[in-house]
């Protein structure tokens, strides 16, 4: 691996996802800067994490005095968990009228300071804020495809947990392609392609199916009102980010699914066309550039499997245009 010096921003760095992420990547001999951006409290988590005899050096900036461009100024990554979470009741899309301007703000400073960074949208709904991320980014003439990634690897944790507690396996050995987007039916596990391939009763497929892809709301439920997956999703959200570094400093062989624009990512476009969406999530080989190949798994579909797509695809859509529509006709105010 190359000693390429990693300066990581978190946006949201002092919430339910952003403490934890914050953590894991400040004790990572991967990261040499770390700047935590929030609307509130990021003095204190910096000054705290800053007590740790890690490598990684960090500051916690404020919106005053330019504190996002501060933040975000020359970064190589820049994971984003701002924005509210939701309560019981509450579907991701619930929270689009606030976390789309949440969202497209923090894109353009990125925009304007840290052109090349890898951007990991964790602020839901993903289904729209990635889209939205992108058409920011075109405007701002800094789209590189190979670059945004809408992190949707809590989807594929919760599906190597729960097809372990199914088939008895190791989570450790099960890699298990989760597609699609990153909501209820739009999120598509493919339990006909876990390597080592397993074996799911039929009796047990639909309440599988239907755990992965409700996984989110078992977490709102429990919570009662207080918020959504935070720890979880701060570990799905450094394990795609470790990822990303590693294969930034020339590691191989990582692949991990993500929510891309396909038609961007080498051996996406084949792909957006038999979905019909140009954004979804399929494995990702990471590489130096980023995003460098989108692995095609639609060809050996089930036939349940096919129907999930389906269902997905018509979800996904839109989600996505929504998102587009958010940058391209802004709301009036
Ligand atoms: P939270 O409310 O605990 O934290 C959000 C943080 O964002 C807060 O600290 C808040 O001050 C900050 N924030 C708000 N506006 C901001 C701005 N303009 N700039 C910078 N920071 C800002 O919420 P949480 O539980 O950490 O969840 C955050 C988001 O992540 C939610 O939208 C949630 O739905 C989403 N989420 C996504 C996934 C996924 O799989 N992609 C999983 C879990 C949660
Ligand atoms: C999740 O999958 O846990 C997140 O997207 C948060 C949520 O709203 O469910």
Redesign the pocket.
């Known amino acids: 691996m190359s000693d390429k010096k990693i300066k990581a921003v978190v946006?949201?760095a002092?919430?339910?996802?952003?403490q934890p992420l914050s953590l894991l990547l400040k004790l990572s001999p991967l990261v040499d800067e770390l700047a935590l951006?929030?609307?509130?409290?990021t003095p204190g988590v910096a000054a705290d994490l800053s007590h740790i005899s890690s490598k990684a050096k960090i500051s916690g900036l404020l919106p005053a005095d330019d504190g996002?461009k501060v933040a975000f100024k020359d970064a190589d990554i820049i994971v984003i968990?701002?924005?509210?979470?939701?309560k019981p009741g509450m579907t991701?899309d619930d929270?689009f009228n606030i976390?789309a301007g949440?969202v497209k703000?923090?894109i353009e400073v990125a925009a304007e300071v840290a052109p090349n960074a890898f951007i990991l949208v964790?602020?839901?709904p993903?289904n729209s804020t990635v889209p939205i991320s992108a058409e920011v980014l075109k405007a701002k003439g800094v789209f590189n495809p190979q670059r945004l990634f809408?992190?949707?690897t809590?989807?594929i944790v919760r599906a190597e947990t729960f097809v372990a507690e199914i088939t008895g396996k190791a989570t450790s050995e099960l890699t298990v392609p989760v597609i699609g987007g990153?909501s209820g039916e739009t999120i598509v596990p493919l339990f006909s392609q876990v390597t080592p391939s397993v074996t799911i009763p039929d009796d047990k497929y639909e309440a599988l199916v239907k755990r992965v892809q409700f996984g989110?709301d078992e977490v709102v439920q429990a919570k009662n009102g207080l918020?959504?997956?935070?720890l979880s999703?701060a570990y799905?959200g450094f394990r795609f980010a470790e990822k990303v570094i590693k294969a930034a400093k020339g590691e191989k062989g990582l692949v991990e699914p993500s929510f891309v624009y396909l038609p961007g990512v080498p051996g996406g476009a084949a792909i957006a066309e038999k979905t019909g969406t140009e954004f979804f999530s399929v494995p990702i080989e990471l590489g130096v550039n980023g995003a460098e190949k989108a692995v095609d798994v639609l060809g050996d579909l089930t036939d349940k499997e096919k129907k999930l797509l389906e269902a997905a695809v018509t979800g996904l859509k839109g989600n996505i245009e929504k998102g587009v529509n958010f940058v391209k006709n802004p709301p009036q105010k």
């Open positions: 946006a949201g002092s919430g339910g996802i952003g951006y929030d609307v509130v409290n996002a968990p701002a924005g509210i979470p939701r991701r929270l976390n949440i703000g923090l964790i602020s839901n993903v809408g992190v949707t809590l989807d990153h989110g918020g959504s997956a935070t999703m799905a």
